[in-house]
């Protein structure tokens, strides 16, 4: 089993920035690859972007290319999500998720999630 608990959201103005992090706890950290997902109201779940388990293989959805980086560090079991230029259709409940497909983009892929944390965007 592995545990992921995320942190970090909030409310913030249009262009703005927030920094998303995802502890985890259980199983070896390094054995996974790292996803956030994000969910907005009475949509379906979406991928936002990935990370290999030693920190190569990113991918990022188009919408967030340019303005969300993704990064982890091994040492700390963390996964992170800087967001930056944040639009209020980044508006979502953000998920992190554990899974051993290095650059899927499917959520099927990704075996633990944690519970969410929300962020808002607006003026």
């Known amino acids: 089993q592995v545990q992921l608990v995320e942190s970090g959201g909030g409310l913030v103005q249009p262009g703005g920035s927030l920094r998303l992090s995802c502890a985890a706890s259980?199983?070896?950290?390094?054995?996974?690859?790292m996803g956030w997902f994000r969910q907005a109201p009475g949509k379906e779940r979406e991928f936002v972007a990935v990370?290999?388990?030693?920190?190569?293989?990113?991918n990022y959805a188009d919408s967030v290319t340019g303005r969300f980086t993704i990064s982890r560090d091994n040492g700390k079991n963390t996964a992170y999500l800087q967001m930056n230029s944040l639009k209020p259709e980044d508006t979502a409940v953000y998920y992190c998720?554990?899974?051993?497909?290095?650059?899927?983009?499917?959520?099927?892929?990704?075996?633990?999630w944690g519970q969410g944390t929300q962020v808002t965007v607006s003026a």
């Open positions: 998720a554990a899974g051993t497909i290095s650059s899927s983009r499917e959520p099927t892929n990704y075996r633990y």
């Open positions: 259980g199983r070896t950290f390094i054995n996974y690859a």
């Open positions: 990370i290999g388990w030693n920190g190569g293989r990113r």
